[in-house]
């Protein structure tokens, strides 16, 4: 969910439409929304993931009032809401992200203090680039900080998740909330989604980050991607069978699923293969990445895409379209879909000195293939969540 337009913002541009808007100074907090480079839907299955955090941002103005409540208001819907942090339950709309936040940073012990918000965000809504994420940690990170207490930054990913699960109804995973939080600019970063342990993955000098947006808006807490979750955790318990230390699918080689293949329904058995290979795939992307070889990115790019789309199946059409339109282009390096699927973004390395070039071609192609306009955004590796000061 995001409250999303394709302008672009800058702090100086936030600070003085939300203090006209509260009637005073406000302080800022901003959050990145994210591409993922490789690894989906890996993260819930305690496995590895690759993101960086884009240069969108989803931005809060945040000024402290007297009282219990929050209220809420946004640059880009008119509702509006007012809540009190006492009973914090799910809204409908944008709002349900900020109480989902508030009640899980009030659950990991933060004492929060009541408050006025504005919130206002350039993250593409509903592209697979992490619109709620970068509204909930731009949130945490806003009422968490108004706090006064000392706290984690894990405590604004825990709260994120929080707000996914028990308010959004969406069972994420860990990722999106983590690079929107943790990112450093120029890098990538490895996740290791079961013990939170995580290293910066450089991008090296010769590749430029380039996202294709279909324009197909895909919808997360729509049934697919619970069911896809819950797929794993059939495969796991019917793996545990024969071996009940295994925890989940990260604890599985293509080896040993390939050997019990019998054992799973064969839908069973492309969820897990997509999720064991997967995992295999952002590791040695990462010493791709390391070693600058685009000949290696490419082939495991295009296996994770296959994967998405034939074990899967969470690619579609236009996404399909979108990676043969960016791989006829000039200066394509490595592409594939990125996110939770069925619409939203591809991911593409690219030439840097030829980014004009492959964005005018890609769109092209797509447009003639499908009818539809691309949306095409080169992106550094920006940084995490932050205070303007
Ligand atoms: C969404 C979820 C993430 C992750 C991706 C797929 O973005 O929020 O936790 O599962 O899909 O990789």
Same mark, same amino acid.
Request: aromatic share 4%; with cysteine.
């Given at each position: 969910m995001?409250?999303?337009?394709?302008?672009?913002?800058?702090?100086?541009?936030?600070?003085?439409?939300?203090?006209?808007?509260?009637?005073?100074?406000?302080?800022?907090?901003?959050?990145?929304?994210?591409?993922?480079? @490789?690894?989906?839907?890996?993260?819930?299955?305690?496995g590895?993931?690759?993101?960086?955090?884009?240069?969108?941002?989803?931005?809060?103005?945040?000024?402290?009032?007297?009282?219990?409540?929050l209220r809420m208001a946004s640059a880009q819907f008119p509702e509006t809401f007012s809540l009190s942090l006492d009973q914090l339950k799910p809204l409908r709309g944008w709002g349900n992200y900020l109480a989902g936040v508030a009640d899980g940073l009030q659950a990991q012990g933060l004492p929060l203090h009541a408050a006025e918000l504005f919130v206002?965000?350039?993250?593409?809504?509903?592209?697979?680039?992490?619109? !709620?994420?970068?509204?909930? @940690?731009?949130?945490?990170?806003?009422?968490?900080?108004? !706090?006064?207490?000392s706290f984690d930054p894990l405590h604004l990913v825990r709260a994120g998740q929080h707000a996914e699960h028990a308010f959004a109804?969406?069972?994420?995973?860990?990722?999106?909330?983590?690079?929107?939080?943790?990112?450093?600019?120029?890098?990538?970063?490895?996740?290791?989604?079961?013990?939170?342990?995580?290293?910066?993955?450089?991008?090296?000098?010769?590749?430029?980050?380039? @996202?294709c947006n279909?324009?197909?808006?895909?919808e997360l807490a729509g049934s697919e991607y619970n069911q896809r979750?819950?797929?794993?955790?059939?495969?796991?318990?019917?793996?545990?069978?024969?071996?009940?230390?295994?925890?989940?699918?990260?604890?599985?080689?293509?080896?040993e699923l390939t050997a019990h293949q019998?054992?799973?329904?064969?839908?069973?058995?492309?969820?897990?293969?997509?999720?064991?290979?997967?995992?295999?795939?952002?590791?040695?992307a990462g010493r791709a990445f390391h070693d600058g070889d685009f000949a290696r990115l490419r082939r495991l790019f295009s296996a994770s895409h296959a994967s998405m789309r034939d074990d899967y199946e969470i690619s579609c059409r236009e996404l399909d379209l979108m990676v043969a339109a960016a791989e006829a282009a000039p200066g394509f390096l490595a592409g594939r879909m990125t996110g939770g699927g069925f619409g939203g973004c591809t991911v593409n390395l690219v030439r840097p000195e030829l980014v004009e070039p492959f964005r005018s071609a890609t769109a092209h192609a797509y447009a003639q293939?499908?009818?539809?306009?691309?949306? @095409?955004?080169?992106?550094?590796?920006?940084?995490?969540c932050e205070e303007l000061l």
């Open positions: 995001s409250l999303s337009s394709s302008q672009r913002l800058t702090p100086a541009a936030v600070r003085e439409m939300a203090g006209a808007r509260l009637g005073g100074p406000v302080r800022l907090f901003r959050a990145p929304g994210r591409v993922n480079l @490789i690894g989906e839907h890996t993260d819930y299955n305690l590895f993931v690759l993101p960086a955090a884009i240069d969108r941002y989803t931005y809060v103005a945040a000024r402290p009032r007297a009282g219990r409540e206002t965000s350039e993250v593409p809504y509903g592209a697979g680039l992490s619109s !709620s994420a970068a509204l909930e @940690i731009s949130t945490g990170l806003a009422l968490a900080s108004l !706090s006064g207490a109804g969406t069972q994420s995973g860990v990722m999106d909330q983590f690079i929107s939080t943790f990112a450093r600019a120029g890098h990538a970063l490895r996740l290791d989604c079961r013990n939170l342990e995580w290293e910066l993955v450089a991008l090296p000098a010769g590749c430029a980050l380039v @996202i279909t324009g197909v808006k895909h979750r819950q797929e794993c955790e059939t495969g796991v318990d019917l793996l545990r069978r024969d071996r009940p230390e295994i925890a989940s699918l990260r604890d599985v080689t293509i080896a019998a054992d799973l329904p064969p839908v069973i058995f492309r969820r897990c293969r997509h999720i064991v290979t997967e995992n295999q795939r952002v590791l040695d293939a499908t009818g539809r306009e691309a949306e @095409i955004i080169a992106t550094p590796a920006a940084a995490g």
